[in-house]
Protein backbone atom coordinates (compact mmCIF):
# COMPACT_ATOMS: atom_id res chain seq x y z
CA UNK A 1 0.00 0.00 0.00
CA UNK A 2 1.36 3.84 -0.84
CA UNK A 3 -0.24 7.04 0.50
CA UNK A 4 -0.41 10.37 -1.29
CA UNK A 5 -1.19 13.13 0.94
CA UNK A 6 -1.51 17.26 -0.04
CA UNK A 7 -2.64 20.06 1.80
CA UNK A 8 -6.46 20.29 2.23
CA UNK A 9 -6.69 23.44 0.34
CA UNK A 10 -3.88 25.15 -2.58
CA UNK A 11 -4.84 28.95 -2.62
CA UNK A 12 -3.17 30.47 -5.93
CA UNK A 13 -3.10 32.90 -8.39
CA UNK A 14 -2.38 36.77 -8.32
CA UNK A 15 -3.76 38.26 -4.48
CA UNK A 16 -4.41 34.77 -2.85
CA UNK A 17 -2.26 36.13 0.07
CA UNK A 18 -5.42 37.54 1.46
CA UNK A 19 -6.90 34.06 2.02
CA UNK A 20 -5.36 34.69 5.38
CA UNK A 21 -8.44 36.19 6.31
CA UNK A 22 -10.58 33.54 5.97
CA UNK A 23 -8.52 31.54 8.81
CA UNK A 24 -10.57 30.37 11.50
CA UNK A 25 -8.44 30.64 15.21
CA UNK A 26 -8.48 33.04 17.92
CA UNK A 27 -4.25 33.60 17.89
CA UNK A 28 -1.32 33.30 14.82
CA UNK A 29 1.93 33.15 15.11
CA UNK A 30 3.66 34.69 11.68
CA UNK A 31 7.27 32.79 11.59
CA UNK A 32 9.44 34.96 9.01
CA UNK A 33 13.16 35.40 7.26
CA UNK A 34 14.93 38.40 7.19
CA UNK A 35 13.17 41.50 5.74
CA UNK A 36 12.27 40.96 2.18
CA UNK A 37 8.96 40.54 3.20
CA UNK A 38 8.96 43.39 5.58
CA UNK A 39 10.33 45.98 2.59
CA UNK A 40 7.74 44.64 -0.20
CA UNK A 41 4.67 45.20 2.14
CA UNK A 42 3.84 41.69 2.27
CA UNK A 43 4.32 41.16 5.99
CA UNK A 44 2.17 43.64 7.18
CA UNK A 45 -0.53 42.66 4.38
CA UNK A 46 -0.17 39.34 5.87
CA UNK A 47 -0.70 40.81 9.74
CA UNK A 48 -4.02 42.90 8.49
CA UNK A 49 -5.62 39.89 6.71
CA UNK A 50 -4.85 38.15 10.03
CA UNK A 51 -6.74 40.50 11.81
CA UNK A 52 -8.95 41.09 9.73
CA UNK A 53 -10.13 36.97 10.38
CA UNK A 54 -10.42 38.43 14.11
CA UNK A 55 -6.99 36.44 15.13
CA UNK A 56 -4.30 38.10 17.58
CA UNK A 57 -0.81 38.26 15.85
CA UNK A 58 2.62 37.52 16.88
CA UNK A 59 5.71 37.48 14.69
CA UNK A 60 8.91 35.48 14.93
CA UNK A 61 11.55 37.31 12.30
CA UNK A 62 14.97 36.69 11.57
CA UNK A 63 14.64 33.11 11.11
CA UNK A 64 18.44 32.54 9.44
CA UNK A 65 19.05 30.67 5.86
CA UNK A 66 19.38 26.90 6.65
CA UNK A 67 17.79 27.13 10.15
CA UNK A 68 19.36 25.80 13.02
CA UNK A 69 18.38 23.28 16.19
CA UNK A 70 18.81 26.42 17.91
CA UNK A 71 16.34 29.00 16.02
CA UNK A 72 13.89 26.20 15.73
CA UNK A 73 14.18 25.88 19.89
CA UNK A 74 13.54 29.53 20.50
CA UNK A 75 10.12 29.47 17.82
CA UNK A 76 8.82 26.59 19.78
CA UNK A 77 9.49 28.68 23.24
CA UNK A 78 7.99 31.41 21.89
CA UNK A 79 5.20 29.57 20.58
CA UNK A 80 4.45 28.23 23.78
CA UNK A 81 4.25 31.03 25.25
CA UNK A 82 1.88 32.88 22.84
CA UNK A 83 -0.31 29.72 22.73
CA UNK A 84 -1.25 29.99 18.95
CA UNK A 85 -3.93 27.85 17.19
CA UNK A 86 -2.42 29.06 13.56
CA UNK A 87 1.44 28.68 12.50
CA UNK A 88 1.25 30.95 9.52
CA UNK A 89 5.24 30.45 7.81
CA UNK A 90 5.95 33.30 5.28
CA UNK A 91 9.54 32.75 3.43
CA UNK A 92 11.54 30.38 1.30
CA UNK A 93 12.42 27.02 2.10
CA UNK A 94 13.76 28.49 5.92
CA UNK A 95 11.16 29.51 7.40
CA UNK A 96 9.01 27.32 6.76
CA UNK A 97 11.03 24.26 7.39
CA UNK A 98 11.80 25.82 10.83
CA UNK A 99 8.03 26.33 11.87
CA UNK A 100 7.30 23.10 11.00
CA UNK A 101 10.19 22.07 13.50
CA UNK A 102 8.67 24.33 16.13
CA UNK A 103 5.28 23.01 15.24
CA UNK A 104 6.80 19.86 16.87
CA UNK A 105 8.47 21.53 19.96
CA UNK A 106 5.40 23.56 20.77
CA UNK A 107 2.59 20.57 20.74
CA UNK A 108 5.36 17.97 22.28
CA UNK A 109 8.02 19.99 24.72
CA UNK A 110 9.19 16.91 25.98
CA UNK A 111 10.29 15.37 22.18
CA UNK A 112 14.02 15.64 20.90
CA UNK A 113 15.63 16.74 18.16
CA UNK A 114 17.18 12.91 17.60
CA UNK A 115 13.89 11.72 17.67
CA UNK A 116 12.50 13.51 14.93
CA UNK A 117 15.73 12.87 13.04
CA UNK A 118 14.48 9.45 12.51
CA UNK A 119 12.05 9.51 9.25
CA UNK A 120 8.20 9.36 9.81
CA UNK A 121 8.79 9.34 13.64
CA UNK A 122 6.79 12.54 14.58
CA UNK A 123 4.01 12.71 17.09
CA UNK A 124 0.31 13.44 16.19
CA UNK A 125 0.25 17.14 15.19
CA UNK A 126 -2.43 19.58 15.37
CA UNK A 127 -3.56 19.12 18.95
CA UNK A 128 -2.42 22.99 19.39
CA UNK A 129 -2.29 24.68 16.21
CA UNK A 130 -2.93 24.12 12.23
CA UNK A 131 -0.61 25.65 9.93
CA UNK A 132 -0.66 27.76 6.75
CA UNK A 133 2.70 28.39 3.85
CA UNK A 134 3.13 31.33 2.03
CA UNK A 135 6.42 30.28 -0.14
CA UNK A 136 8.28 33.53 -1.26
CA UNK A 137 10.86 31.77 -3.49
CA UNK A 138 10.16 28.70 -6.23
CA UNK A 139 11.80 26.26 -5.34
CA UNK A 140 11.76 24.79 -2.26
CA UNK A 141 8.15 23.42 -2.36
CA UNK A 142 8.06 23.28 1.74
CA UNK A 143 4.83 24.45 1.27
CA UNK A 144 3.23 21.30 0.28
CA UNK A 145 5.36 18.51 1.58
CA UNK A 146 5.98 15.69 4.41
CA UNK A 147 9.51 17.77 4.95
CA UNK A 148 11.68 20.21 6.58
CA UNK A 149 15.78 20.95 6.43
CA UNK A 150 17.25 21.89 10.07
CA UNK A 151 20.75 22.35 10.27
CA UNK A 152 22.75 21.69 13.31
CA UNK A 153 25.91 23.98 13.01
CA UNK A 154 28.06 22.58 15.97
CA UNK A 155 28.62 18.88 13.14
CA UNK A 156 28.14 21.10 9.67
CA UNK A 157 25.20 18.35 9.37
CA UNK A 158 21.96 18.94 7.25
CA UNK A 159 18.86 16.52 9.04
CA UNK A 160 16.16 16.29 6.46
CA UNK A 161 13.05 15.64 8.66
CA UNK A 162 10.51 13.61 7.18
CA UNK A 163 6.36 12.80 7.93
CA UNK A 164 3.55 13.32 7.10
CA UNK A 165 2.02 15.25 9.92
CA UNK A 166 4.44 18.44 9.21
CA UNK A 167 2.56 18.41 5.31
CA UNK A 168 1.17 21.90 5.70
CA UNK A 169 -3.04 22.29 6.18
CA UNK A 170 -2.72 25.22 3.63
CA UNK A 171 -0.74 26.69 1.12
CA UNK A 172 -1.09 30.13 -0.83
CA UNK A 173 0.76 30.36 -3.67
CA UNK A 174 0.77 33.68 -4.88
CA UNK A 175 3.00 34.55 -7.56
CA UNK A 176 3.04 38.69 -6.30
CA UNK A 177 5.59 37.50 -3.56
CA UNK A 178 8.18 36.33 -6.31
CA UNK A 179 8.07 39.06 -8.36
CA UNK A 180 11.57 40.95 -7.02
CA UNK A 181 13.48 37.40 -6.26
CA UNK A 182 16.95 38.04 -7.00
CA UNK A 183 17.86 36.62 -10.13
CA UNK A 184 20.59 34.41 -8.24
CA UNK A 185 17.66 32.53 -6.38
CA UNK A 186 15.48 32.19 -8.93
CA UNK A 187 17.97 30.02 -10.52
CA UNK A 188 19.16 28.25 -7.55
CA UNK A 189 15.37 27.45 -6.62
CA UNK A 190 14.72 27.00 -10.23
CA UNK A 191 16.88 24.08 -10.48
CA UNK A 192 16.14 22.97 -6.91
CA UNK A 193 12.51 22.37 -8.33
CA UNK A 194 14.24 20.21 -11.44
CA UNK A 195 15.89 18.06 -9.07
CA UNK A 196 12.81 17.56 -7.26
CA UNK A 197 11.07 16.43 -10.23
CA UNK A 198 13.33 14.22 -12.05
CA UNK A 199 14.44 12.65 -8.71
CA UNK A 200 10.84 12.03 -7.61
CA UNK A 201 10.31 10.81 -11.35
CA UNK A 202 12.99 8.10 -11.18
CA UNK A 203 12.57 7.27 -7.10
CA UNK A 204 12.07 3.48 -6.22
CA UNK A 205 8.60 4.80 -4.58
CA UNK A 206 7.19 6.54 -7.91
CA UNK A 207 3.85 5.82 -9.30
CA UNK A 208 0.87 6.85 -10.73
CA UNK A 209 -0.04 9.82 -8.82
CA UNK A 210 3.58 11.32 -8.82
CA UNK A 211 4.40 10.93 -11.91
CA UNK A 212 1.74 13.61 -13.93
CA UNK A 213 3.00 15.52 -11.34
CA UNK A 214 6.71 15.40 -11.93
CA UNK A 215 6.81 15.38 -15.56
CA UNK A 216 4.83 18.55 -15.94
CA UNK A 217 6.87 20.02 -13.51
CA UNK A 218 9.80 19.17 -15.31
CA UNK A 219 8.21 20.23 -18.72
CA UNK A 220 7.13 23.55 -16.83
CA UNK A 221 10.97 24.56 -15.74
CA UNK A 222 12.31 23.67 -18.89
CA UNK A 223 10.05 26.35 -20.78
CA UNK A 224 9.61 28.66 -18.11
CA UNK A 225 12.92 29.31 -15.95
CA UNK A 226 15.18 31.15 -18.30
CA UNK A 227 12.31 33.70 -19.33
CA UNK A 228 12.00 33.63 -15.22
CA UNK A 229 15.67 34.18 -14.60
CA UNK A 230 15.25 37.15 -17.13
CA UNK A 231 12.45 38.88 -15.20
CA UNK A 232 9.81 37.88 -17.64
CA UNK A 233 6.77 38.09 -14.61
CA UNK A 234 4.99 35.48 -16.90
CA UNK A 235 7.56 32.65 -16.14
CA UNK A 236 8.05 34.04 -12.84
CA UNK A 237 4.61 33.27 -12.16
CA UNK A 238 4.38 30.00 -14.02
CA UNK A 239 7.78 28.52 -12.07
CA UNK A 240 6.01 29.24 -9.20
CA UNK A 241 3.19 26.69 -9.83
CA UNK A 242 5.91 24.31 -11.27
CA UNK A 243 7.88 23.80 -7.90
CA UNK A 244 4.76 23.35 -6.43
CA UNK A 245 4.13 20.61 -8.54
CA UNK A 246 7.19 19.43 -8.14
CA UNK A 247 6.42 19.41 -4.53
CA UNK A 248 3.61 17.77 -4.34
CA UNK A 249 5.43 14.52 -6.29
CA UNK A 250 8.55 14.38 -4.47
CA UNK A 251 6.98 14.76 -0.75
CA UNK A 252 5.05 11.12 -1.90
CA UNK A 253 7.08 9.77 -4.09
CA UNK A 254 10.54 11.11 -2.11
CA UNK A 255 13.92 12.11 -3.52
CA UNK A 256 17.56 10.36 -3.88
CA UNK A 257 21.18 10.98 -3.56
CA UNK A 258 21.36 14.45 -5.59
CA UNK A 259 19.15 15.20 -2.15
CA UNK A 260 21.53 13.30 -0.18
CA UNK A 261 24.86 14.69 -1.36
CA UNK A 262 23.55 18.43 -0.59
CA UNK A 263 22.08 17.93 2.20
CA UNK A 264 25.76 16.89 3.79
CA UNK A 265 27.88 19.49 1.95
CA UNK A 266 25.71 22.76 2.09
CA UNK A 267 27.30 23.50 5.18
CA UNK A 268 30.31 21.23 4.90
CA UNK A 269 33.42 23.69 3.74
CA UNK A 270 35.08 26.46 5.54
CA UNK A 271 35.87 28.39 1.84
CA UNK A 272 31.75 28.71 1.09
CA UNK A 273 28.10 27.90 2.23
CA UNK A 274 26.97 25.84 -0.62
CA UNK A 275 23.37 27.28 -0.95
CA UNK A 276 21.28 23.83 -1.44
CA UNK A 277 19.55 24.34 -5.01
CA UNK A 278 23.50 25.32 -6.17
CA UNK A 279 24.82 21.98 -4.91
CA UNK A 280 21.75 20.07 -6.24
CA UNK A 281 22.02 21.54 -9.57
CA UNK A 282 26.07 20.79 -9.73
CA UNK A 283 25.33 17.46 -8.89
CA UNK A 284 22.05 16.63 -10.81
CA UNK A 285 23.95 15.30 -14.33
CA UNK A 286 26.67 13.00 -12.51
CA UNK A 287 24.18 11.80 -10.39
CA UNK A 288 21.89 10.77 -13.14
CA UNK A 289 25.41 9.26 -15.18
CA UNK A 290 25.42 7.04 -12.09
CA UNK A 291 21.74 5.78 -11.62
CA UNK A 292 22.03 5.30 -15.38
CA UNK A 293 23.57 1.79 -15.14
CA UNK A 294 20.61 0.33 -13.42
CA UNK A 295 18.24 -0.30 -15.99
CA UNK A 296 15.27 0.61 -14.42
CA UNK A 297 16.16 4.37 -13.66
CA UNK A 298 17.67 4.24 -17.26
CA UNK A 299 14.46 3.51 -18.55
CA UNK A 300 13.16 6.15 -16.46
CA UNK A 301 15.80 9.01 -17.16
CA UNK A 302 15.11 8.30 -21.19
CA UNK A 303 11.29 8.50 -20.79
CA UNK A 304 12.17 11.97 -19.02
CA UNK A 305 14.10 13.01 -22.13
CA UNK A 306 11.26 11.82 -25.02
CA UNK A 307 8.49 13.41 -23.25
CA UNK A 308 10.68 16.73 -23.21
CA UNK A 309 11.24 16.03 -26.96
CA UNK A 310 15.10 16.41 -26.29
CA UNK A 311 17.53 14.72 -29.06
CA UNK A 312 18.32 10.66 -29.38
CA UNK A 313 16.70 7.67 -30.09
CA UNK A 314 18.63 5.18 -27.69
CA UNK A 315 18.39 5.20 -24.51
CA UNK A 316 21.82 6.19 -24.06
CA UNK A 317 21.36 9.04 -25.98
CA UNK A 318 18.65 10.40 -24.92
CA UNK A 319 20.28 10.48 -21.12
CA UNK A 320 23.26 12.38 -22.50
CA UNK A 321 20.61 14.78 -23.71
CA UNK A 322 18.88 15.33 -20.61
CA UNK A 323 22.48 15.63 -19.25
CA UNK A 324 23.33 18.32 -21.61
CA UNK A 325 20.00 19.98 -21.03
CA UNK A 326 20.88 20.47 -17.43
CA UNK A 327 24.79 21.74 -17.99
CA UNK A 328 22.96 24.33 -20.71
CA UNK A 329 20.54 25.52 -18.29
CA UNK A 330 23.62 25.56 -15.52
CA UNK A 331 25.44 27.46 -18.03
CA UNK A 332 22.95 30.10 -18.50
CA UNK A 333 21.73 30.50 -15.17
CA UNK A 334 25.75 31.15 -13.98
CA UNK A 335 25.92 28.15 -12.00
CA UNK A 336 29.32 26.58 -11.84
CA UNK A 337 30.06 22.79 -13.18
CA UNK A 338 31.72 21.26 -10.27
CA UNK A 339 33.02 21.97 -6.97
CA UNK A 340 36.15 23.23 -7.25
CA UNK A 341 34.58 26.10 -9.68
CA UNK A 342 32.30 26.98 -7.13
CA UNK A 343 35.48 27.75 -4.51
CA UNK A 344 35.66 24.75 -2.53
CA UNK A 345 39.31 24.24 -1.06
CA UNK A 346 40.92 20.74 -3.07
CA UNK A 347 42.71 19.94 0.39
CA UNK A 348 40.03 20.36 2.46
CA UNK A 349 37.60 18.54 0.24
CA UNK A 350 40.49 15.63 0.20
CA UNK A 351 40.38 15.65 3.69
CA UNK A 352 36.84 15.68 4.73
CA UNK A 353 35.48 13.73 1.67
CA UNK A 354 35.36 10.23 3.08
CA UNK A 355 33.45 11.24 6.32
CA UNK A 356 31.00 13.89 4.33
CA UNK A 357 30.45 10.36 1.77
CA UNK A 358 29.28 8.42 4.63
CA UNK A 359 27.02 10.76 6.09
CA UNK A 360 25.61 11.12 2.33
CA UNK A 361 25.10 7.47 2.50
CA UNK A 362 23.59 7.58 5.49
CA UNK A 363 20.82 10.44 4.23
CA UNK A 364 16.81 9.70 4.68
CA UNK A 365 16.92 10.53 0.90
CA UNK A 366 19.63 7.62 -0.32
CA UNK A 367 16.72 4.99 0.89
CA UNK A 368 14.60 5.79 -2.31
CA UNK A 369 17.69 6.81 -4.86
CA UNK A 370 16.93 4.03 -7.79
CA UNK A 371 20.61 2.39 -7.62
CA UNK A 372 22.31 1.83 -4.09
CA UNK A 373 25.73 3.01 -3.58
CA UNK A 374 28.52 2.44 -1.02
CA UNK A 375 30.70 5.29 1.12
CA UNK A 376 33.23 4.61 -1.50
CA UNK A 377 31.32 4.33 -4.46
CA UNK A 378 29.80 7.96 -2.75
CA UNK A 379 33.30 9.58 -2.36
CA UNK A 380 34.24 8.77 -5.49
CA UNK A 381 30.69 10.14 -7.09
CA UNK A 382 31.92 13.04 -5.01
CA UNK A 383 35.12 13.11 -6.35
CA UNK A 384 33.38 13.71 -10.11
CA UNK A 385 32.01 16.47 -8.73
CA UNK A 386 34.81 17.96 -8.17
CA UNK A 387 37.01 18.07 -10.88
CA UNK A 388 34.58 17.70 -13.54
CA UNK A 389 35.38 13.75 -14.11
CA UNK A 390 33.15 11.78 -16.19
CA UNK A 391 31.69 8.63 -14.32
CA UNK A 392 32.43 5.62 -15.18
CA UNK A 393 31.30 3.22 -12.10
Not at 17 to 43: T, Y
Not at 166 to 194: F, N, S
Not at 268 to 295: E, M, Q, R, W
Not at 296 to 319: D, H, N, P, Q, V
Request: aromatic fraction near 10%; hydrophobic fraction near 40%.
Amino acid sequence: MSRFTLPRDIYHGSGSLEELKNLKGKKAILVVGGGSMRRQGFLDKAVAYLEEAGMEVKLFEGVEPDPSVETVMRGAEAMREFEPDWIVSMGGGSPIDAAKAMWAFYEYPDTTFEDLCIPFNFPELRQKAKFAAIPTTSGTATEVTAFSVITNYQTGVKYPLADFNITPDVAIVDPDLVAQLPVKQVAYTGMDALTHAIEAYVSTLNGPFTDPLALQAIEMVLDYLPASYHENMEAREQMHYAQCLAGMAFSNALLGIVHSMAHKTGAAFSTGHIPHGCANAIYLPYVIKYNAKDPIAAKRYAEISRRMGLAGTSEKALINSLCKKIDEFNAILNIPKTLKDFGIDEEEFKSKISTIAELAVGDACTGSNPRAITPAEMEKLFTCTYYGTEVDF
